[in-house]
C-alpha cells in the first residue's frame, strides 16, 4: 500500500522496488520460520525431540507445503503462515535489538 504512492514519483520509483524487494523477502522468511517451528512440533511430538535443524525445516517444509496445496483450505494456511512468520520475524527482530551485549572476557 505504501509503494505505489511511492512509485507516482520519479525519486519514489527506487524506493518503491526496494520497499518491494523487502516485502518478498519477508514473505520467504516467514514461510522459513512457519515450516522450522511445524516440523519442530511433529518432530518432537510424534519421533524425537532432539533432531537437527534440518530434519525439522524438512518436515515441516512437506507438512506446510501439502497443507497450503490442498484446495478448499490451501490459502487459509498460506495466510495463517504469513501471518505467524512475520510475527515472528518482528519479535525475533525486537528480541536482537534489545539484547544486552555481551562483554568478552579477556
Known amino acids: 500500500m ?5 512509485a507516482v514519483s520519479v525519486i519514489g520509483i527506487p524506493l518503491a522496488l526496494i520497499l518491494s524487494g523487502l516485502y518478498v523477502v519477508t514473505i520467504l522468511q516467514s514461510g ?8 519442530g512440533w511433529l518432530l518432537g511430538r510424534w519421533w524425537q ?4 535443524p534440518y530434519a525439522r525445516l524438512a518436515a515441516g517444509v512437506l507438512v506446510v507445503s501439502f497443507l497450503a496445496s490442498l484446495p478448499w483450505i490451501g490459502w487459509h494456511v498460506q495466510l495463517l503462515a504469513l501471518l505467524i512468520g512475520f510475527g515472528a520475524l518482528i519479535l525475533e527482530r525486537k528480541d536482537s535489538r534489545w539484547a544486552a551485549p555481551v562483554e568478552s572476557v579477556a
Open 2 to 6: 505504501v509503494g505505489v504512492p511511492l
Open 32 to 39: 522459513v520460520f512457519v515450516s522450522y517451528l511445524a516440523g
Open 49 to 52: 525431540s532432539e533432531a537437527s
